[in-house]
Nanobody, 124 residues
Framework: QVQLVESGGGLVQAGGSLRLSCAAS????????MGWFRQAPGKEREFVAT????????DYADSVKGRFTISRDNAKNTVYLQMNSLKPEDTAVYYC?????????????????WGQGTQVTVSS
């Protein structure tokens, strides 16, 4: 089964940038839709971004559109989330997810595998 490990989280000033990485195991990585979700203290886990098998299609939550970019490198079994113009409201634990999905999905229930999460803290 697929194992996912996130990295790249940390503390950053408002307006700054971070790049999260998610390293995946398995020979069939390219057949999985990949997604990023986040969960802030006291809130439900929410959708952030997703990317298709080939990387040709993406979808973003309205709250991050224009600021975040999701990408993938299938040769490296890695998906990335470039986060620019960060706001304190972006503070959360960020989770990488993978699913055998035909199309794109914002629903966390559509994803089969999850990483352990990485903390992102944005100071004002």
């Amino acid at each position: 089964q697929v194992q996912l490990v996130e990295s790249g989280g940390g503390l950053v000033q408002a307006g700054g940038s971070l790049r999260l990485s998610c390293a995946a195991s398995g020979r069939t990585f390219s057949s999985y839709v990949m997604g990023w979700f986040r969960q802030a203290p006291g809130k439900e886990r929410e959708f952030v971004a997703t990317i298709s098998w080939s990387g040709g299609s993406t979808d973003y939550a309205d709250s991050v559109k224009g600021r975040f970019t999701i990408s993938r490198d299938n040769a490296k079994n890695t998906v990335y989330l470039q986060m620019n113009s960060l706001k304190p409201e972006d503070t959360a634990v960020y989770y990488c997810a993978a699913g055998r999905i035909f199309g794109l999905a914002r629903d966390a229930g559509r994803y089969d595998y999850w990483g352990q999460g990485t903390q992102v803290t944005v100071s004002s």
